[in-house]
């Protein structure tokens, strides 16, 4: 069963087409990067996988539920919102500019949808966040708040965050877009590890040699269309268009 | 120096209704004005168009106006409110529609991926709200709130057109009784310690909610 499957997405905003009749299927562990030019709709895919952005027309599927279901003639299709709501507790989110929670520490950040959303008892929510922070190496920020700590931190904090509610599925949008280059790499072995521990991920990303290095598929979006689907291999050393050789060329 | 204790006694009684409005007015205004506030920003068009004439009346009037209107004006319609339930009632109300407008601003004044992560982690409006938004909002719209609470322990003055017996109708009746300023300086210093004491809380508040900047 595919974890995530998307059918026909079409998102506009107004006239623009951000995304253009996308449809994707992810496996479970595969690692799928999505690249192209920016304004291609990367991210804006993305966000339609969590309905922080609402899908136009085409339907969405978490590990074979439907999240949500708009047909051409913009009908939405009736759906439980208890099983929606179950089916979306299997998505995490890692953001470009990384939304931590400015006013909580780096572990209440953490514990903080556990407790509140989960409603999961507190000694077992700390005990969890305390050992994902110790995976992403801040075991030491517990009590930091997000202005204390560098770029890096925040991200390696808002992935711990994300792991903290246990999804099946990692989105992650540019998450290394807003660091200083120094700080890129932190974040990305953070990223890598999750990859080798089989976590089902999608990574919007302008990092093409981390894209090449991690993924088990790469996806080239222009003008809100799938443009190529592939192996890094492919995709890096012959792609069938030529403007992702173009593109890719300008990148690395 | 007798007279002066003396004199202090009688305005510290007006002293103590002052306080009752006070505290009557920020427990029934704040909560109010937070929930017309969350109205306003993410509740229907109606009730925020509902809610921007509710401001822009009590806003746009002179408190006094209104304090007469909800004593007396109200008789008309066959309700006459006690003094204290009138003052109460109107204070309330007008602070609310300032207040409401402050925390507006300050919920409109954060960043749009707080909402985002609060719903990519599932959380709800209210859990997003209570929890991410409005602690938040709360510390930006801490200078502003000082001004209106500074403000209302001096407005508190205007229920004496309503025959209550507030901090400066007590030091007002000394002074028609024994022709000497000694009252109004007393009264002074008695308003300067409460705006005082309401600086030093908001001061402390905002020191204990630096932490995170």
Known sequence: ???????????????????????????????????????????????????????????????????????????????DKGKVIAAQKKLGMVFQHFNLFPHKTVLENVIEAPLVVNKENRRSAVARAEKLLERVGLADKHNAYPSQISG????????????????????????????????????????????????????????????????????????????????????????????????ISKMI | MEYILSITGHILKGCGLTLQIYFVTVI??????????????SGPKFLDKALGIYAWIFRGTPLLLQLFFFYYGLTIFGISL????????????????????????????????????????????????????????????LPPSTNEAITLVKDTALVVVIGMGELLRSAKEIFTRDFTITPFVIAAIFYLLLTSVVINVFRTLEKKLEVYD
């Open chain 2, 82 to 141: 006690p003094p204290f339930g009138a003052a109460a009632l109107t204070f309330i109300i007008n602070y609310a529609a300032y207040m409401m407008e402050i925390f507006r601003s300050g919920i409109q004044s954060i960043d749009k991926g707080q909402y985002e992560a609060a719903r990519a982690l599932n959380m709800s409006y209210w859990q997003t709200m209570w929890r991410i938004i409005l602690p938040q909002a709360f510390k930006r719209t």
């Open chain 1, 152 to 247: 890096g931190q925040k991200q390696r904090v808002a992935i711990a965050r994300a792991l903290g509610m246990e999804p099946d599925i990692l989105l992650c949008d540019e998450p290394t877009s807003a660091l200083d280059p120094e700080l890129v790499g932190e974040v990305l072995a953070v990223l890598r590890d999750l990859a080798h521990a089989n976590m089902t991920m999608l990574v919007v990303t302008h990092e093409m040699a981390f894209a090449r290095e991690i993924s088990d598929r790469v996806i080239f979006m222009d003008q809100g269309k799938v443009l190529e689907d592939g192996s890094p291999e492919k995709i890096f050393k012959q792609p069938d268009h030529p403007r992702i050789r173009d593109f």
């Open chain 1, 1 to 79: 069963m595919a974890m995530v499957k998307l059918a026909n997405i079409h998102k506009y905003f107004g006239d623009v087409k951000a995304v253009d009749g996308v449809d994707l299927e992810v496996t479970p562990g595969e690692v799928v990067s999505i690249i192209g030019p920016s304004g291609s709709g990367k991210s804006t895919l993305l966000r339609c996988i969590n309905q922080l952005e609402t899908v136009n027309i085409g339907r969405v599927e978490i590990e074979g539920q439907a999240v949500v279901e708009i047909d051409d003639e913009g009908h939405r299709t009736h759906l």
């Open chain 2, 28 to 41: 029934g205004s704040v909560p109010l004005a937070i929930l017309f506030a969350l109205g306003r920003t």
